[in-house]
């Protein structure tokens, strides 16, 4: 394939994987196979992974550099892949170039975003025409985070975070703590003391700050870097748990108190500056048609 017909296409291009944070999370109760029902407010955020794609002959999926410690048929962006060729029988190949800057095990939702990210794309270029819905639900196979990122709003979630509605909020500043830790989003779902019968609320309690994440009191109990992250950013302004951990983070009305908040913790912690977006970037790409 010619440079110009890579341009042309969308092959080759550097496509974004978005973070998300929980803007709150309660686990309204729990279903038979053992998934817990939430209700949460995912925001996608300008922190991205980027993915490309390049053409292969043979039909193979495969990674450019896998992810150290990821082993190759396990990382998302394959595994999404295979799906999409073993549902619609597509015999084309790809290999996948994922440059990673979330970190992982952090509750951003990198892997399920990088998943989401290869459904939607490899959906125009292998010209599947498959649905959005259809594209949610393979995406809901891989990971209860991954319709989100496929449906591209910054949604209220119900369900296992499947039912997901889009509202619009302030697109503000927030400043990410990741603590030095992975936290195992099953082991905290599993825990004994996990609050499992939160009151559901509605949009409106959520909009008049009723902000609470259930996963916090276990995560610090286990992690303690997280709880100390909360104190270090509680500084600042109100501190919040991103779905099970363990990133921390904060909103911020202004750039410039974020920035101070930013500055003023990069020397003792890992820390990110984002702001909030109501429309994934992947989406904006999409939309431009070069594919
Ligand atoms: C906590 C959240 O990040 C909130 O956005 C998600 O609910 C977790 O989504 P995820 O990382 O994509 O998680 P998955 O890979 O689907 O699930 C990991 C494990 O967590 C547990 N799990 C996950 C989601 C859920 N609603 N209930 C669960 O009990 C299950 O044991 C599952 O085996
Ligand atoms: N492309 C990928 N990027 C990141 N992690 C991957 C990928 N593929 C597979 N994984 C596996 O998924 C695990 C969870 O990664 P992820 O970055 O989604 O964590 P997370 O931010 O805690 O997710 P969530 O918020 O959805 O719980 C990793 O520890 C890794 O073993």
Redesign the pocket.
């Known amino acids: 394939m010619t440079e110009v017909q890579e341009k042309v296409s969308g092959w080759g291009e550097r496509w974004p994987a978005p973070a998300k944070l ?1 803007l709150m ?1 309660r686990i309204t109760g729990r279903r038979s196979d ?3 029902l ?1 209700q ?1 407010v ?1 925001q996608i955020i300008d922190l991205c992974d980027w993915i490309s794609f390049y053409p292969a002959e043979d039909g193979r999926v495969f990674l450019r550099d896998p992810i150290p410690g990821v082993p190759e048929q396990e990382d998302l962006t394959v595994r999404a892949a295979n799906l999409l060729k073993q549902y619609t029988g597509c015999r084309l190949g790809v290999c996948i170039d994922v440059e990673k800057n979330l970190p992982m095990g952090g ?1 951003l ?1 990198g892997g ?1 975003s990088d998943a989401a990210t290869t459904l939607l794309v490899l959906n125009k270029l292998w010209n599947l025409k498959l649905p959005l819905d259809k594209l949610m639900e393979l995406g809901l196979r891989l ?4 319709p989100v990122f496929v449906y591209g709003y910054t949604a209220w979630g119900e369900g ?2 499947e039912e997901l509605q889009s509202i619009t909020l302030a697109e503000q500043w927030v400043v990410v703590i990741k603590p030095d830790c992975h936290v195992n ?2 082991q905290i ?2 825990a004994e003391e996990l609050t499992r019968d939160s009151k559901p609320i509605t949009m409106r309690d959520f909009i008049a700050g009723d902000w609470k994440n259930d996963c916090l009191p276990v995560v610090s109990n286990l992690y303690k870097s997280v709880g100390e992250a909360v104190d270090a950013l509680s500084q600042y302004a109100e501190a919040r748990l991103t ?2 951990g363990a990133c921390v983070f904060a909103q911020f009305d202004s750039e410039e108190s974020a920035r101070e908040a930013f500055s003023a913790l990069s020397p003792n912690w890992s820390v990110y500056l984002a702001q909030g977006l109501n429309r994934s970037p992947l989406y904006e790409k999409l939309e431009q048609g070069s594919v």
Do not use: I, K
């Open positions: 929980n999370l053992g998934y817990h939430l949460t995912f509750g939702g399920s990971g209860a985070d991954v296992v975070g989003t099953r779902f599993l779905g099970t």
